[in-house]
């Protein structure tokens, strides 16, 4: 069982940084395909990042390109997401997921466990 703990989430007003961080246990995290997601009020959840096993491999919703970057320190069992630049439809909760049986993966349902979560809120 993979445990997924969210932190760094805040208020910030549009314009700043803000750096989240996921620790994970429970499995070889250097074999977890590891995702940031997030949830605004209303909305579905949708897809932010994500970074393959070794970190070489990434991919971003259009909507965060050139603002966010996700990167994992697999020595310490953790992914980020830095978030630069934040807008107001940035709002959200943003929660971390985990895979086992993917070296990379994509969308909701190829992930198999989820932190709990962490809310971001930028002002405008």
């Known amino acids: 069982q993979v445990q997924l703990v969210e932190s760094g989430g805040g208020l910030v007003q549009a314009g700043d940084s803000l750096r989240l961080s996921c620790a994970a246990s429970?499995?070889?995290?250097?074999?977890?395909?590891m995702g940031w997601f997030r949830q605004a009020p209303g909305k579905e959840r949708e897809s932010v990042a994500g970074?393959?096993?070794?970190?070489?491999?990434?991919h971003y919703a259009d909507s965060v390109k050139g603002r966010f970057t996700i990167s994992r320190d697999n020595a310490k069992n953790a992914v980020y997401l830095q978030m630069n630049s934040l807008k107001a439809e940035d709002t959200a909760v943003y929660y971390c997921?985990?895979?086992?049986?993917?070296?990379?993966?994509?969308?909701?349902?190829?992930?198999?466990?989820w932190g709990q979560g962490t809310q971001v809120t930028v002002s405008s």
């Open positions: 997921a985990a895979d086992p049986r993917r070296s990379i993966a994509h969308v909701e349902y190829e992930y198999a466990y």
């Open positions: 429970g499995h070889t995290f250097s074999k977890l395909a």
């Open positions: 970074i393959s096993w070794t970190g070489i491999t990434t």
